[in-house]
């Protein structure tokens, strides 16, 4: 039997209620084009992509449970778990519960249980126990789990290997009396006697020390990289030929070709013993108690400032582009710069880059750094759609903005993207931390509830630091709980299913920043009851300083950016009027008049008179002194100089007479030369010093230099590709994929269309439902993520946006490769949503 057929119909009696919770648990399943039926739904929360989303959220219970079905033998009851890893039965029937509401595992009732698991892996379920239904696993998640293991031959595989005498000694070690037994008998009855989990744990317990020792290393380094060979000679060779013996004596160990072989059932086995009580239940995190108001005013005022910090940097971007370096991203100098410019501590600076740039208000063009097109709009919305934006992109980074992991020791500059778990572990300290718990507390039993993330303890430990810290500067987190904001930060990424990581979720920052603009404008309505609208305050002080309280309007923001220096930032920022802050904003182009009036219209008092005397004192001495840009002086006695200043083919020089021998133009020497002499006259050249240049070929320059201008350029990212780079595919509610799956299966699911029919011709490894993923977006032009091996039989995994299907190939846009590319239908392994 093969496993879509039996999970589809465990799918199809589910009621519309535990339906849709296994729907929104598996929320890539709601990705267009949706599954026609319940074996395309099957075939779709079975694949190994939407397979691994899921594990991220297991915890570490869940996965021993797992891993547990994964590699005992014959049908796998909750009952016959409880008793093998010493856990009470409704404490383990309610983690199988949770492995079924996931759809990673589901109940094979005895009238439909089946020999040996699905697929033909061996395990994953078969006929249930005095009426108790087994267990069953998806076959690739059988298979993950279970492949630590596979490599270790069967109690069958080396006693078939064994000589008869060496297998009669194991079978009587282990209880049964051998006599009159011919080998496939003594065979049978060795894997048989092996198989029994418990009889195997009573006898590893009753060994000496040193082979339980063997026993229990070789148990926990099976996911050891070296093959299990060579480790289990390692290993032999390590605790000495007693321990080996000792082991053999006992049947759990069988030499085979002169060498002493561990067989599978028995790794198991101490795998088991291992585990045995080690299901703890998740952590009993404290809710401390604090004041509900307090955690509000904390949590606003962490939120309003981290507005306030994003506008100041918004506005210095606006003013003055930021530098970019070569390859990308803001370095350490200008970082500092900023940091000082801006009065924020710098650790915490690459935290608001990262999230400007996420949620596309800060992006890159040739001139640096510079807001996005949606700036002006964000810059006059209210405080809680300012607030939105930032928090959401907070939440889908991969990385920890404030805890940036290197590269070969090398800097990743933000807001470069990285690579990493911490927006896993970020979205999971959320989740876990609901209610009223500890974050902190939280954070430190974040193993538990994300077994998988990869981490060794200090880095793990360095990542959840980064995490509060960063929550705590957005309001998320305030006085060790999650804040009203945080609870609606999470509410809103928990409507947009894959909002927890760009790079796996979306095809281009483009589509993400489409994303997080959508969920802002909802998640700003919800939160804008604790975020309201502040008129902000300004006092001009006659210590030349003002003072800000709220945050500042645009216009207020321009006028202090433009006349002033920034002291302190917070609830109320404080800033310094200078003589070299006034003269800046008088070379911006303000006059006195119309920065005072500028001040006395925003202040709530006019202004003193200190300030007043300050810039009609810059003011009288602005401009006495004058600098000329030039890049080219002409000499010459007065007479040529004013027939050059008056012959028309020169006008292009735009020359300026600076003294009666004196002309200026803008243009470059080489420039002003060949305009001369193609006017008639005879110049030569000099250098700063007054020496004539003499060219090295002998003959002067006969023309403009113009090899940047014929120098290729390379072409704009994506230029003459859009396709691809538009939002996420759209998605479907759980109750609306119910009532589809329920009406197909009342009307009959459609026929396969011709062109289904057609690639199922071209590649017969294609289930169906991949089959219809790939029609869908070859008639769509959509994206897919296929599995695909190439020519040379390398295996790669890509997401490509469909242009044609011509014969057997697909001319499909690489997002791997970022370019055109062909794929053979027929080498494409398998097929997932690009949701």
Not at 19 to 26: I, K, N, Q, W, Y
Not at 38 to 56: C, G, I, K, M, V
Not at 625 to 645: K, Y
């Amino acid at each position: 039997m093969s496993s879509t057929p039996s999970f589809a119909t465990h799918l199809a009696g589910l009621d519309p209620v535990k339906l849709g919770a296994v729907l929104r648990a598996r929320p890539d399943v709601l990705v267009e084009p949706l599954p026609r039926g319940f074996e395309q739904l099957a075939q779709r929360l079975t694949d190994a992509r939407s397979l691994s989303r899921a594990l991220t959220e297991l915890d570490r219970d869940s996965l021993q449970v797992g891993v547990a079905v994964a590699l005992l033998p014959g049908p796998v009851t909750a009952d016959r778990l409880a008793t093998l890893l010493g856990v009470p039965r409704d404490a383990m029937h309610a983690v199988v519960d949770g492995l079924f509401a996931r759809g990673l595992a589901w109940p094979v009732p005895a009238a439909t249980g089946g020999e040996g698991g699905e697929g033909g892996e061996g395990g994953e379920g078969g006929e249930s126990i005095l009426g108790e239904p087994a267990i069953r696993l998806p076959a690739p998640l059988h298979s993950h789990w279970s492949e630590p293991f596979a490599e270790i031959d069967t109690a069958t595989q080396l006693a078939s290997a064994a000589l008869v005498e060496d297998v009669r000694t194991a079978v009587r070690a282990l209880g049964e009396d051998p006599t009159g037994l011919r080998k496939p008998e003594l065979v049978a009855l060795f894997a048989r006697l092996l198989a029994d989990s418990v009889r195997v744990a009573v006898l590893v317990a009753a060994l000496p020390a040193p082979a339980r020792e063997l026993l229990t290393d070789l148990g926990s380094a099976v996911n050891n990289d070296l093959p299990f060979v060579l480790m289990l000679a390692e290993r032999e060779q390590r605790a000495g030929p007693a321990a080996v013996r000792a082991l053999i004596h006992a049947g759990l160990m069988l030499p085979v070709r002169g060498l002493a072989e561990l067989p599978r059932e028995v790794a198991v086995a101490v795998w088991i013993t291992e585990h045995r009580g080690t299901l703890t239940g998740p952590p009993d995190v404290p809710r401390p108690a604090v004041d509900p108001a307090g955690v509000r005013s904390s949590a606003q005022a962490a939120a309003q400032d981290a507005v306030r910090t994003v506008a100041a940097l918004l506005d210095e971007a606006a003013t003055v582009p930021i530098a970019a370096l070569k390859r990308g991203g803001i370095g350490g100098r200008e970082r500092l710069r900023l940091a000082k410019r801006l009065s924020l501590p710098p650790a915490d600076l690459p935290v608001w880059i990262d999230l400007t740039a996420t949620a596309g208000l800060l992006i890159h063009d040739d001139a640096g750094y510079v807001p996005g097109p949606g700036f002006t709009a964000w810059r006059e919305a209210t405080p809680s759609r300012q607030w939105a934006p930032l928090a959401l992109a907070w939440y889908v980074q991969e990385h920890a903005p404030s805890g940036r992991e290197l590269d070969d020791e090398r800097d990743i500059a933000p807001p470069l993207p990285i690579e990493s778990e911490a927006g896993l572990l970020r979205g999971t300290l959320l989740r876990a931390a609901d209610g009223g718990r500890s974050v902190r507390l939280t954070a430190e039993n974040i193993d538990w509830f994300f077994p998988l993330d990869g981490y060794p303890d200090p880095l793990r430990a360095a990542v959840m630091a980064a995490t509060i810290r960063e929550a705590e500067l957005l309001g998320v987190v305030a006085v060790d709980v999650l804040s009203e904001l945080g609870e609606a930060l999470r509410t809103s990424a928990a409507d947009l299913a894959d909002l927890a990581g760009p790079a796996a979720a979306f095809p281009s920052y483009r589509a993400l920043t489409a994303a997080i603009t959508t969920a802002a404008t909802a998640l700003g309505d919800r939160c804008a009851e604790l975020l309201p609208e502040s008129r902000p305050s300004l006092i001009l002080q006659s210590d030349l300083t003002a003072v800000v309280s709220g945050p500042p309007t645009a216009t207020m923001a321009q006028v202090l950016r433009a006349a002033a220096e920034p002291e302190s930032r917070g609830a109320a920022g404080t800033w310094r009027f200078t003589p070299a802050s006034v003269r800046a904003a008088l070379d911006a182009g303000w006059t006195a008049d119309e920065l005072l009036d500028a001040l006395r219209a925003m202040a709530d008092h006019t202004p003193p008179q200190a300030l007043e005397y300050l810039v009609a004192d810059v003011a009288r001495r602005h401009g006495h002194v004058r600098v000329r840009g030039l890049r080219s002086a002409i000499l010459g006695d007065e007479p040529t100089t004013t027939e050059l200043l008056h012959t028309r083919v020169l006008a292009k020089l735009h020359l300026a007479r600076l003294a009666p021998t004196v002309l200026s133009s803008p243009e470059d020497l080489d420039t002003v030369l060949a305009e001369l002499r193609r006017a008639g006259f005879y110049p030569v050249a000099e250098d700063a010093t007054g020496t004539v240049i003499v060219p090295s070929s002998g003959r002067a320059s006969s023309g403009p230099l113009t090899r940047h201008q014929k120098s290729a350029s390379p072409p704009p990212a994506g230029s003459g590709r859009t396709r691809g780079a538009g939002g996420a595919p759209r998605r479907v509610t759980p109750e609306e994929l119910v009532t589809r799956l329920l009406t197909d299966a009342d009307e009959g699911v459609p026929p396969p269309s011709p062109l289904v029919r057609e690639l199922a011709g071209l590649n017969d490894r294609l289930n169906d439902g991949e089959l219809a993923l790939l029609a869908e977006a070859v008639e769509s032009r959509g994206d897919v993520v296929i599995a695909y091996r190439d020519k040379n039989g390398k295996r790669t995994v890509r997401r490509i946006t469909i242009n044609a299907m011509f014969g057997r190939w697909l001319d499909a846009w690489c997002h791997l490769r970022n370019d055109d590319r062909e794929f053979a239908i027929a080498n494409i392994q398998s097929i997932s949503p690009a949701g």
